[in-house]
């Protein structure tokens, strides 16, 4: 979608080894979140932020971490990647909690497998 | 917590046909939001609809619509004259201000139109 970008878009990986996924906006949005998707899972949240330097952890954080050194740029690490992490991850923004209400937006997804 | 169920893994339906997708949540909470997302074969999560809790009119967007029935905590999406690019996962979400800083999403159903 326009305004929100991720990359790479597709990645295959071995296991053991780090990951960084990176989601970009032109927004200037406050709030970025990272979902993966799963089959009969839907999405599930893994980390969020709500503003530079500022993340908390969703759901599924266990084995991700996340920063946030700019407005635009929020990066999802997988310091040591595993087959249960092959999945897809999306990114989505949203321009304040309340501006939430309104949905997000979301990125075109990366699909990550961990071989 | 806050919970959404979507009790239909899978749906097949005849082109031009109506179909209704379920959606049933749970919450404590009286004012909140709820949507519906699309995401084709594409990958790209799609807006279809949103329904404010404390409007009681029906939110519709062209052959889309809702069925909002607040006490019995369900929520689901008619779609009318199906088309073939209706065929998508569905993704029913409920957010909620005054808990949580993000949308939750059902596991989804999976819609194919057949021609």
């Known amino acids: 979608d326009a305004g929100i970008t991720q990359s790479p878009r597709h990645k295959v990986t071995e296991t053991g080894t780090p990951v960084t996924l990176r989601c970009h906006q032109t927004e200037n949005h406050r709030y970025m979140y990272w979902y993966r998707q799963d089959p009969g899972h839907g999405l599930r949240l893994i980390h969020y932020s709500y503003g530079v330097k500022d993340t908390d952890k969703g759901e599924v954080s266990d084995g991700y971490s996340v920063s946030r050194s700019k407005t635009e740029d929020f990066l999802l690490t997988l310091e040591s990647a595993t087959s249960s992490q092959t999945s897809v991850y999306f990114c989505a923004i949203s321009e304040s909690r309340q501006g939430a209400k309104s949905g997000y937006t979301f990125g075109s997804g990366t699909r990550l497998t961990v071989v | 917590a806050q919970t959404v169920t979507q009790s239909q893994p899978e749906m097949s339906v005849q082109e031009a046909e109506t179909v209704t997708l379920s959606c049933t949540y749970d919450?404590?909470?009286?004012?909140?939001?709820l949507f519906w997302y699309k995401q084709p074969p594409s990958r790209q999560m799609i807006l279809v609809i949103r329904?404010?809790?404390?409007?009681?009119q029906n939110a519709t967007e062209n052959r889309f619509s809702v069925n909002f029935q607040k006490a019995a905590k369900s929520f689901s999406l008619k779609i009318s004259d199906s088309q073939l690019g209706d065929t998508a996962m569905y993704f029913c979400?409920?957010?909620?201000?005054?808990?949580?800083?993000?949308?939750?999403f059902g596991k989804g159903t999976r819609l194919h139109i057949l021609p």
């Open positions: 979400a409920f957010f909620s201000l005054n808990r949580d800083d993000k949308i939750i």
């Open positions: 919450t404590s909470e009286n004012n909140y939001y």
């Open positions: 329904q404010e809790a404390y409007k009681q």
